[in-house]
């Protein structure tokens, strides 16, 4: 079980905006403003999207954005685009004895 | 351009040994901490252990999963990361990716990563 929780599945249609959690606690997300974001196309490795909660590195659309509020962080994606489709993976500084913690994933499918 | 390319991959048996190299290009190596993440087969991220830079002490860090078994290492005259994986176990077959971590401690967020090499292991 990972350490934090996120939805397995989100959807949207071509347009829209999803909004994704990701749920820790007082020990991570909660404490920290050290909360990245990252996309996996199928087959590919990850990218950073979001980092320090709301963040975005260069060359990242502003379609994407993150906020957090108490142990949960979220990030949203406004003006799905089919290129959009693939696993995000948020994750967070935590004060275990494991410094990095990532959650399950959630696999967004663009209608 | 930030280049990040993982080798030394392949099929090894329970409790035997292997190690991964990740070679680094596009940026200056000894400037940033190298994390390893893996992701088993159909499954989620899983972070492995980083090491510093040499001006934070080259100190490393590891998951308590690969606490005693896995060594992270460097020589930052030939830019490259290493992980020697010892004692491996069927639970440890994954993709393993290097990443280059954001230069600010502490270092948990990676802001480039390699295209993955497979470990296996199975008997």
């Known amino acids: 079980q990972s350490a934090l929780t996120q939805p397995p599945s989100v959807s949207g249609s071509p347009g829209q905006s999803v909004t994704i959690s990701c749920t820790g606690t007082s020990s991570d997300v909660g404490s920290y403003n050290r909360v990245s974001w990252y996309q996996q196309p199928p087959g590919t490795a990850p990218k950073l999207m979001i980092y320090e909660v709301s963040n975005r590195p260069s060359g990242v659309p502003d379609r994407f954005s993150g906020s957090k509020s108490g142990n949960t962080a979220s990030l949203t994606i406004s003006g799905l685009q089919a290129e959009d489709e693939a696993d995000y993976y948020c994750s967070s500084y935590t004060s275990s004895s494991t410094p990095v913690v990532f959650g399950g994933g959630t696999k967004l499918t663009v209608l | 351009e930030v280049q990040l390319v993982e080798s030394g991959g392949g099929l090894v048996q329970p409790g035997r040994s292997l190690r991964l190299s990740c070679t680094a290009s596009g940026f200056t190596f000894g400037d940033y901490a190298m994390s390893w993440v893996r992701q088993a087969p159909g499954k989620g991220l899983e972070w492995v252990g980083f090491?510093?830079?040499?001006?934070?002490?080259?100190?490393?860090e590891y998951a308590a999963s690969v606490k005693g078994r896995f060594t992270i290492s460097r020589d930052d005259s030939k830019s490259i990361a290493y992980l020697q994986m010892n004692s491996l176990k069927t639970e440890d077959t994954a993709v393993y990716y290097c990443t280059r971590d954001r230069p600010k401690a502490p270092e948990v967020d990676f802001d480039y990563w390699g295209q993955g090499t497979l470990v296996t292991v199975s008997s």
């Open positions: 090491i510093r830079s040499k001006a934070y002490g080259g100190t490393t």
